[in-house]
């Protein structure tokens, strides 16, 4: 059983920058994937980004959306997942979620691959 605990998100202009954070309440993350899924309005949840913690090198995935934009990144003392976004923009306007998945292997931005959820937080992006 993992939990999840978000926080960060907000509202920002245009080209400005947020930092979500997703608190782990687990005893190691070394078995997991970890990511970044958004929900707008409407629309399908998708997913922005992954990282997978199984491996000592903790390999990165990106949407191409964001791809350059947003960064990923672990604090593995604190059990603490990061996503940093920059050069926002409107359309990445949406609810935030983390999740963890178990012995990933693949489709890491995809919502299948993942059983434990944080709880959400809204982004907003004016123009």
């Known amino acids: 059983q993992v939990q999840l605990l978000q926080s960060g998100g907000g509202s920002v202009e245009s080209g400005g920058s947020l930092t979500l954070s997703c608190a782990a309440a687990?005893?190691?993350?070394?078995?997991?994937?970890m990511g970044w899924f958004r929900q707008a309005p409407g629309k399908e949840r998708e997913g922005v980004a992954s990282?997978?913690?199984?491996?000592?090198?903790?390999?990165?995935t990106y949407a191409n959306s964001v791809a350059g934009r947003f960064t990923i990144a672990r604090d593995k003392a604190k059990k603490t997942l990061y996503l940093q976004m920059n050069s926002l923009k409107p359309e990445d306007t949406a609810m935030y979620y983390c999740a963890a998945g178990r012995f990933c292997s693949g489709a890491y931005l995809q919502v299948e691959t993942y059983r434990y959820w944080g709880q959400g937080t809204q982004v907003t992006v004016s123009s």
């Open positions: 990282i997978n913690l199984i491996y000592t090198h903790a390999p990165t």
């Open positions: 687990v005893y190691s993350l070394s078995e997991y994937c």
